[in-house]
């Protein structure tokens, strides 16, 4: 599987953005999808997650501003971000997950997300 993302770029704090990641499976809709970011020198971090079921999790740091949601006609993931912040500002890098027989875990090439005070 590979996963393609967009959207990312500069915005000024306040401002939102929308993260596109589109995956290369006609099976897209039995894999949970999810949004991480990694910060300059910080560990990467779970932002949103959403599994096959359509069931949504977020960061404490999102919550309210925040929304990851999934097309699976077009096999593609999506992280709309309001009310962005600068502590927002890093690499955001979509995941596609599932559990069957084996572990099947895969990364895209990861989108930069700038948010200037």
């Known amino acids: 599987v590979q996963l393609q993302a967009s959207g990312g770029g500069l915005v000024q704090a306040g401002g939102s953005l929308r993260l596109s990641c589109a995956a290369s499976?006609?099976?897209?809709?039995?894999?949970?999808m999810g949004w991480y970011r990694q910060a300059p020198g910080k560990q990467r971090e779970s932002v949103a997650t959403?599994?096959?079921?359509?069931?949504?999790n977020y960061a404490d740091s999102v919550k309210g501003r925040f929304t990851i949601s999934r097309d699976n006609a077009k096999n593609t993931v999506y992280l709309q971000m309001n009310s962005l912040k600068p502590e927002d500002t890093a690499v955001y890098y979509c995941?596609?997950?599932?559990?069957?027989?084996?572990?099947?875990?895969?990364w895209g090439q990861g989108t930069q997300v700038t948010v200037s005070s």
């Open positions: 499976t006609s099976i897209f809709s039995i894999y949970n």
């Open positions: 995941n596609a997950f599932r559990q069957m027989l084996k572990i099947e875990n895969y």
């Open positions: 959403i599994t096959y079921g359509g069931n949504t």
